[in-house]
């Protein structure tokens, strides 16, 4: 695994809600999308995705069915709700002005 | 973070466990085929593409404890499932479990009691409804609250306009007689508005009207509602029927509400009649306590100012109502009037002493965890290496304690109600509002923290070190770490040690006090005397010559009894407070004083057994219109007439250096006659004071009637087993039948009361310090017999290389004494350093008494040894090969 970078609860969480955005997945498939999407960087064990899985839904930003996969056997998928959405958009936000604060910072 | 969300998930996990699980499971097994199936897809064959998946997934029921933990209701379940644990553990060592419930139950039951007791007397409010609308009126006589003379409160009654209404009241004997029974019952004269006051209106008929409040008024009275229950029935048409009051027909009028309380007696009042105020502007006794409501929107800021500024007006119109020190009217709170300072630090202090035996049985129950914490260090250990965090630990230690110390503590509350009720029925009268002891919520609150508290304090000192636990050393064989801990143990046992000592020490001062108190010499012989006092003064007896020929007239009818060898009056008892006045010896007006001053008839000195010791008795031609004489005791004779005769000079009483009081009592002053011996006139623990006595018949009337009561009788028995009580109130009856009934006791009662105060403290704190000696002997035992049953392996080898049994015992016994040598030595510390809290409830003794410090010391290193002896003949009696083999 290359350069283990350690994961912030609450950055997971943003990574998991943008994983979702495009539409619903399996466990397995979040942490494909995500190693997908970050370019390899983040690689998340199942160890703490679960745990971030089971947290959001029960929070109320996921849904999770159960439903056929792709090779026909029964897996867990989520899918983002309504407030899920909301609060991607507004953690969205919220990292952008983290990141710009800390970009003029460091620039100084 | 939607609720409803996290509420739905909440229940789910809760109450749907097994559903829940099982959807894990599915999902890690679904997720693991996937893991599977890529690997195929990417060229392995199955078994390596099972292994690797098997590694992707990882360890599983890590993974699924830490879905566990981020659920909702995972720390609730944690909970549940410790208690349920906890719960298990205790019922599967019953003998740990019961020692530890005991311990706490006393030590936490005492404390309820206790508090029980200073909550009812100092901190609950009054029982009033609105009562913070009710204030006490009280007159500052110039340092001291005094209650208000007639003429004070009908002034203050015409003219403050903060209160919305005044009353005051008198304690009457009654005694009621409804049909078959005549018992004597706590009842009430009270003036006008008296329940406006306290506000309460009567459940049944009415209160008083204005036109009872008369003196010479209709007879009618109010009565209490138990007593409406128990003699009537409950009836409806109680009101209109007559009772017979102290053998007059009264009507009752009204009952009063079950809520009714006055806290201003000890006993319940069960009957209430109006009272009718003679205001007599000559009349300075200070003989009304008055309770008033504010009015409405006026603060009790506003009520005290308008109190101070309606004393000018009053000093102007009456002045011969306010002395010169006097401060005038003020409002003061029912604990500055009704709680003697003395009760409140007392009360204050015995708290105290409870809660150092609540300590010292926590250390216990302490220990006893510690030792079974330190039997389950596998256990802790296989925990920690199986992922539980310390906090983890910690709380399954704690959820134990905290089971044990919630389940003391309700047998606490049952104890603590049980002890309350028995101190209630011991405590001296003069602690008021004790009949407000009783479990409300204060109570059970202070229970219950305290509870809590005792159950975090011990959990955590047992849990401390558990948590520390060394995975690896404790995993070993023969686990050595045990230092830290018997540390700790050793630490306790020297806190137990030294509060113990602390009450003992304490318990020790208050027993000398007390034996000290009974050895006394009161100066005269109490036994064989009865007392008879008269209640109350009704009109007729208003001088002193009136006063001396009603004694003179029960003499009479006792001459010949055959049951009284000897009867005399007097203004007041020995050991109560009588009357004191300023005098200056004749002619020298150097030498003036204030003295005891008595009226007594003749035959006084020779009922009481007082001897005399020059001069001569009083006679009967002592009399009005003769020259005025007075008999003075040894105190007065040394302190005026050191080295020389009194017998002959003069007392100019009511004379203050060159100055008389009082016009009225300028003269030519009395002539001492003969000096007795001395005797305890004001209480035991005060030195005899100066003394001077006169006759009856030439008392002045201002002087006899300060206190404004009848004289008492004293009688002695020609034999023991008369009935001299029946002689006593049948001359009084036939002298005049209008008086009220007599109290009659034994003088031995009035040696006896004036020592209850004494002997309910040293009791109390004798029975406490048991109770502390008891439970650190009990600690002292327990610690070295588990000590001993750790270190069995060490005695062994001991044993085997040559130690003897006495040595190894003299080991385990030193290992007990030396902490108690400790806690001794800091406890005669603490002792000295407290010991301005108790010296005023000393007699006869220092507070650091060294005789005292002593012999505690001893008792409790006495009793450390006999605690240390079972466990150190144990020790010697060890089989050294049993020992090396089983260790």
């Known amino acids: ?108 | 973070m939607s609720f409803k969300s996290r509420g739905v998930s909440l229940w789910r996990n809760l109450v749907h466990r097994d559903r829940v699980e099982r959807d894990l499971d599915d999902e890690l097994r679904s997720t693991f085929d996937l893991l599977v199936e890529e690997n195929v897809r990417a060229g392995m064959t199955d078994e390596v593409a099972r292994r690797k998946a098997a590694l992707q997934l990882g360890a599983v029921e890590p993974l699924k404890e830490r879905v566990r933990d981020a659920r909702s209701g995972a720390s609730i379940e944690a909970l549940a499932q410790d208690v349920r644990y906890a719960l298990r553990l205790l019922r599967r060592s019953p003998g740990f479990t019961a020692v530890a419930l005991l311990t706490l139950a006393l030590g936490i039951g005492a404390n309820s009691a206790i508090f029980n007791v200073v909550d009812a007397v100092l901190l609950r409010p009054l029982p009033f409804p609105d009562a913070d609308r009710v204030v006490h009126v009280a007159w500052d006589g110039g340092g001291h609250l005094q209650s208000l003379s007639a003429v004070k409160f009908q002034y203050w009654h015409d003219h403050a306009r903060s209160f919305e209404a005044m009353a005051t009241w008198r304690h009457l004997p009654a005694r009621v007689d409804a049909g078959t029974n005549v018992s004597p019952v706590p009842a009430l004269g009270v003036s006008r508005d008296f329940l406006r006051v306290l506000g309460y209106t009567p459940v049944l008929g009415r209160g008083f009207v204005a036109a009872e409040h008369v003196p010479g008024g209709p007879m009618v009275a109010v009565i209490s509602h138990p007593m409406w229950r128990t003699r009537f029935g409950s009836a409806a048409d109680v009101v209109g029927r007559t009772i017979r009051l102290n053998d007059e027909p009264v009507a009752i009028v009204g009952v009063l509400p079950e809520s009714f309380a006055f806290p201003y007696e000890n006993e319940p009042v069960e009957v209430i009649v109006p009272l009718g105020l003679t205001v007599d502007p000559n009349d300075v006794a200070e003989n009304w306590p008055t309770v008033a409501r504010l009015r409405g929107g006026v603060t009790r800021e506003q009520a005290h100012t308008e109190a101070g500024s309606l004393t000018e007006s009053f000093r102007a119109a009456y002045p011969n109502q306010v002395s010169a020190q006097d401060r005038g009217m003020i409002l003061a709170t029912f604990s500055e009037l009704y709680v003697v300072d003395s009760v409140r630090r007392a009360l204050w202090i015995l708290m105290g002493a409870v809660t150092l035996v609540l300590l010292i049985a926590c250390a216990n129950v302490a220990n006893l965890f510690l030792a079974r914490a330190a039997r389950r260090r596998g256990e802790m250990a296989l925990r920690t290496a199986l992922g539980a965090t310390r906090g983890r630990i910690v709380r399954l230690v704690l959820t134990e304690s905290v089971l044990v110390g919630l389940a003391a503590g309700a047998l606490a509350l049952l104890l603590g109600r049980w002890v309350a009720g028995v101190l209630v029925a011991l405590t001296p009268t003069e602690v008021p509002r004790m009949a407000a002891v009783g479990i409300d919520w204060r109570v059970t609150l202070f229970t219950f923290v305290a509870s809590l508290a005792t159950s975090v304090l011990f959990g955590g000192a047992a849990a401390w070190p558990a948590a520390r636990a060394h995975v690896a050393e404790v995993l070993r064989e023969s686990p050595r770490g045990s230092s830290g801990r018997s540390r700790i143990r050793q630490g306790l046992l020297v806190a137990q040690s030294g509060l113990s000592m602390v009450l003992l020490v304490g318990a020790g001062l208050l027993l000398a006090t007390l034996i000290g108190l009974t050895r006394v010499d009161t100066g005269f012989d109490p036994e064989g005397l009865v007392a008879a006092r008269l209640p109350s003064k009704p009109a007729g007896y208003e001088t002193s010559q009136d006063l001396w020929a009603f004694e003179q007239r029960v003499m009479q009818q006792l001459e010949g009894s055959p049951v009284i060898a000897l009867v005399a009056g007097a203004s007041s008892l020995p050991l109560e407070r009588g009357i004191n006045t300023p005098m200056t010896i004749g002619g020298r007006p150097d030498l003036w004083g204030t003295v005891e001053w008595r009226a007594v008839t003749p035959a006084y000195f020779q009922t009481l057994g007082i001897a005399l010791a020059e001069g001569r008795p009083f006679e009967n031609t002592d009399g009005a219109g003769r020259p005025p004489v007075a008999i003075v005791n040894e105190a007065f004779a040394r302190s005026y007439f050191a080295g020389e005769n009194p017998i002959g000079q003069r007392i100019e009483v009511g004379r203050v250096k060159g100055d008389w009081i009082d016009p009225s009592r300028v003269g030519p002053g009395v002539e001492i006659v003969g000096i007795v011996a001395d005797i305890r006139e004001v209480s035991l623990r005060t030195e005899p004071r100066r003394t001077m006595y006169v006759p009856q018949a030439q008392a002045p009337t201002l002087l006899s009637n300060v206190r404004g009561t009848m004289p008492v009788f004293i009688a002695r028995e020609r034999f023991p087993g008369g009935d001299v009580d029946r002689a006593l109130m049948n001359a009084i009856r036939a002298v005049d039948p209008g008086l009220p009934r007599p109290q009659l006791f034994p003088l031995d009662d009035l040696v006896a009361r004036s020592l209850a105060r004494e002997r309910f403290g040293a009791t109390l704190l004798s029975v406490l310090a048991a109770l502390a000696l008891a439970l650190t002997a009990f600690g002292i035992y327990g610690v070295l017999a588990y000590t001993i049953q750790q270190r069995r392996r060490e005695i062994g080898i001991r044993m085997a290389l040559g130690a003897s049994g006495p040595q190894v015992a003299r080991l385990v016994m030193v290992q007990g004494i030396a902490p108690v040598l400790v806690g001794v030595i800091l406890g005669v510390l603490s002792s000295i350093a407290a010991s301005k809290l108790v010296a005023g409830f000393l007699w006869g003794v220092t507070p650091t008494d060294p005789a005292t410090l002593a012999t505690m010391a001893a008792v409790l290193l006495g009793v450390a040894l006999a605690a240390s002896w079972i466990p150190a003949r144990e020790a010697a009696g060890v089989d050294p090969v049993n020992a090396l083999n089983c260790g």
């Open chain 1, 1 to 108: 695994m290359a350069g283990r970078t350690t994961l912030l609860q609450g950055t997971l969480d943003l990574l998991i809600l943008k994983a979702l955005a495009a539409g619903e997945l399996h466990g397995l498939g979040v942490s494909r999308r995500i190693e997908q999407i970050t370019g390899g960087t983040f690689s998340v064990q199942p160890g703490s995705l679960f745990p971030a899985l089971h947290r959001l839904d029960e929070a109320g930003w996921l849904e999770s069915d159960w439903r056929p996969s792709e090779n026909n056997r029964r897996a867990k998928y989520y899918s983002l709700t309504k407030s899920g959405r909301k609060q991607l958009a507004a953690e969205a936000a919220q990292w952008n002005v983290v990141a710009l604060a800390m970009g003029r910072a460091l620039e100084a």
